[in-house]
């Protein structure tokens, strides 16, 4: 039968057969549906052609400084740790024009750079995702952003959530209280259950938008010992993170760790890339370019991601600011962790992991983080 659940009512379940009719509501409703695919070895996100699209079969193995899809013998669709990108790049691009003007006879013609937003579906978003998509709302989307290209974005985003409930090797996402299950703010939410023949999903309904979207999407109503099996595996995962983070004390030990030995340690292994910041899900840095045509009658203004790590990026009358790898790597970790909360009143670290696996040499934060307290604790004996 079709669902007819509402945000208060119980939760649904959705056979994995079906999962193309909830791939097909979506599509129907007008969405692009976004979401992981295998690519070039990888698991990486884009528009999805079908429900068929999604790496069913396939999870991932991850180090600091390393990442490998590999064979999964249980066809789940969403058995894998965040991958290279993140959802940022669809609200937030890479790279984007502003504006355009050209010279004519009547004077400067202005065009708007970006065409209307489109309506996008999320399928597939982690618990980590969702609350990094959250935190950048709020940089870049309230207040007085309400009225951004990214607000813009936003404002249409369908999000279907996933819970985890295989944490990646390098994740802790339960120690900065984002996951393994999801947090408010997503119209559905799936816990994926296989096993003896089974492949189903649990589905949880965040908004009437949710609601109303299920009305044509066969499911059938959860006992309670299915959705309780669902919901022990999310919180089993809870036991299995790969790492974990003190939160309680980042912000204070950001704060009286300025002078510390350890940057000099991370300063001599740090390559200064910028391969943590891009592969970020919060990290919102941009530099703002002005190009022209040869005849000087056209002109455009374009905005590109930016990292904290280039050595322009300080860069004042007489020089950059920050000219030594141990000042950029301690900004952006002393940002990322504590004074985040100073300015929008939370980390801005939501324990993915992504930074760690795509770092060329295999930085981990969490271990930096667990040096700079030790260290403090030597300092205070």
């Not at 024009?97 to 982690?126: H, I, N, Y």
């Not at 951004?148 to 209280?177: D, H, K, L, Q, W």
């Not at 002078?259 to 970020?280: E, Y």
Request: proline residues 6%; charged residues 20%.
């Amino acid at each position: 039968m079709a669902g007819n659940a509402t945000p208060e009512g119980g939760a649904l379940l959705l056979e994995a057969a079906d999962l193309g009719r909830l791939y097909a509501a979506l599509h129907d409703a007008g969405y692009r549906v976004i979401g992981p695919t295998v690519r070039d070895g990888a698991i990486i996100l884009d528009e999805l052609g079908s429900a068929d699209d999604l790496p069913f079969g396939w999870g991932v193995a991850l180090q600091p400084g390393g990442y490998r899809i590999r064979r999964r013998y249980d066809g789940m669709a969403f058995g894998h740790s965040a991958g290279p990108q993140s959802w940022k790049q669809f609200l937030h691009p890479p790279r984007e024009k502003v504006w355009s003007a050209r010279q004519t006879a009547d004077g400067l013609e202005v065009e708007a750079g970006p065409e209307p937003a489109p309506r996008l579906a999320f399928l597939g978003v982690r618990p980590c995702d969702l609350r990094a998509i959250q935190i950048q709302d709020q940089v870049l989307g309230r207040g007085e952003h309400a009225g951004s290209r990214y607000a813009a974005r936003r404002e249409g985003v369908f999000i279907v959530a996933v819970n985890c409930i295989e944490p990646g090797e390098t994740c802790f996402c339960t120690s900065m209280g984002t996951g393994p299950q999801a947090g408010p703010g997503y119209d559905l939410s799936l816990t994926e259950m296989t096993g003896e023949g089974m492949h189903r999903f649990l589905v949880d309904v965040g908004s009437l938008a949710g609601a109303d979207l299920l009305a044509g999407v066969p499911t059938r109503p959860a006992d309670d010992a299915t959705a309780g099996q669902a919901r022990s595996a999310v919180a089993e995962a809870a036991d299995r993170m790969g790492r974990s983070m003190p939160a309680d004390i980042l912000h204070d030990l950001m704060a009286s760790s300025h002078d510390a030995a350890r940057w000099d340690d991370v300063a001599s292994r740090c390559l200064t890339c910028g391969n943590c910041t891009m592969a970020c899900p919060t990290c919102f840095c941009t530099s703002v370019d002005d190009v022209t045509d040869l005849s000087g009658e056209h002109t455009e203004r374009w905005q590109s991601w930016a990292s904290c790590y280039d050595l322009d990026f300080s860069y004042l009358h007489g020089g950059p600011v920050r000219s030594s790898p141990r000042s950029r790597y301690r900004q952006w970790l002393t940002h990322k962790l504590g004074t985040w909360h100073d300015q929008f009143g939370s980390s801005g670290c939501v324990g993915c992991g992504r930074c760690i696996v795509w770092c060329p040499v295999g930085i981990d934060l969490t271990e930096e983080v667990a040096a700079l307290q030790a260290e403090a604790r030597t300092e205070q004996s």
